[in-house]
């Protein structure tokens, strides 16, 4: 009914929501807010963390956590895992190792060689879960399994060690080298081009996620893969296409750690799944799927990187940054099923 006594007052169901509203509904802003009480309490307690080296340093580890967390994150958002996602990143190192080392291979190929290795894998991954319907959790966990065992099976029969080093001397290695794994200075500060391909593949993500059909997809599929086939949706061919992209993220930080390093362990990368676990959720994604964000996962790489150099500046013990992943880890799913409940009170 009308309402004539007075000045008209606007429908709240068509009401344009205040700025607090909108800023509270997204998922990152729990881990933009925990990045900086973290970020002001190292800076407090340490004299190195805000340094220009300091900055740098935490940075660096940030970004290799950040560049799989990110692509985890989509992933959760579809409504699946990947336990294979750590082990994945000494996986393409090996190959690309023993290509190069081994067989002679110029470096760019053996680096494309592995990429199609690690899509093979993510390929794979998504279509046995789609195939049998098993859980994705159960399925990676077998991918983990067997990636751990084909790294040490593999470079011990080829090498007779558990590392494949050399690689600074194939073909090829100088151009691949600037491109993954080089250096750049602001001021008198050098900082690795890892970050550089961490904020690129951020900035992808995000867009992906926000301005295409797909990223419709990816949250349509997570929040209820029945409706979304109903409608039209490809769940299969969405899924299969987050496992490959989970897999070319290893690829990628895999690529820059051998390059890097020139040496790569056949063990590397084991537990570095649950980081990125934790890192997707600390940035707002849900356990469940459906919800979630491509700049809250770097953000909740962010915290990582700053809480695990902060601990070391101000001179801990290490073991406490276990203590910290499982507080961080439970403060965030208390807090991303808040901030879900006011998301959907809000497009009511």
């Not at 560049?67 to 750590?86: H, P, Q």
């Not at 190959?95 to 794979?124: E, H, P, R």
């Not at 151009?175 to 992808?204: C, D, E, K, Q, R």
């Amino acid at each position: 009914m009308s309402d004539f006594s007075g000045t008209l007052t606007a429908d709240e169901r068509i009401a344009s929501p205040s700025l607090l509203t909108r800023l509270a509904i997204r998922p990152e802003i729990g881990a933009l807010l925990g990045a900086l009480v973290v970020f002001v309490f190292f800076t407090v307690i340490t004299s190195q963390f805000v340094t220009p080296a300091g900055i740098s340093t935490w940075l660096d580890t940030s970004a290799t956590l950040g560049i799989v967390a990110v692509a985890v994150a989509l992933l959760m958002i579809g409504g699946e895992f990947d336990l294979s996602a750590g082990v994945m990143t000494a996986s393409t190192s090996l190959v690309t190792a023993m290509l190069a080392t081994k067989l002679g291979v110029n470096v760019w190929l053996a680096i494309g060689v592995s990429l199609v290795f690690a899509l093979a894998v993510g390929a794979f991954n998504g279509w046995l879960v789609m195939r049998t319907k098993l859980p994705s959790f159960i399925v990676t966990l077998g991918s983990f399994f067997a990636l751990q065992g084909l790294n040490l099976g593999v470079t011990t029969l080829v090498t007779g060690t558990v590392q494949v080093s050399g690689i600074a001397t194939a073909p090829g290695y100088a151009s691949a080298g600037y491109l993954f794994a080089s250096t750049f200075s602001l001021g008198t500060t050098t900082f690795p081009i890892s970050i550089v391909w961490w904020v690129l593949v951020t900035a992808i993500a995000a867009w992906v996620l926000a301005r295409t059909r797909f990223g419709n997809w990816i949250f349509a599929v997570g929040g209820s893969a029945p409706s979304s086939r109903a409608v039209g949706v490809p769940v299969g061919r969405s899924k299969i296409v987050l496992f490959m992209t989970t897999a070319g993220a290893a690829w990628l930080v895999g690529t820059i750690n051998i390059l890097r390093f020139t040496t790569v362990q056949a063990n590397q990368g084991i537990g570095l799944e649950f980081q990125y676990i934790i890192a997707a959720v600390i940035g707002g994604c849900l356990l469940t799927g459906g919800f979630g964000s491509a700049v809250g996962a770097a953000i909740g790489a962010l915290i990582f990187g700053m809480a695990n150099q902060g601990i070391v500046y101000a001179h801990w013990n290490s073991d406490w940054f276990k203590l910290f992943l499982g507080i961080m880890l439970l403060a965030a799913v208390l807090v991303n099923n808040g901030f879900r409940a006011r998301a959907e009170r809000a497009r009511r």
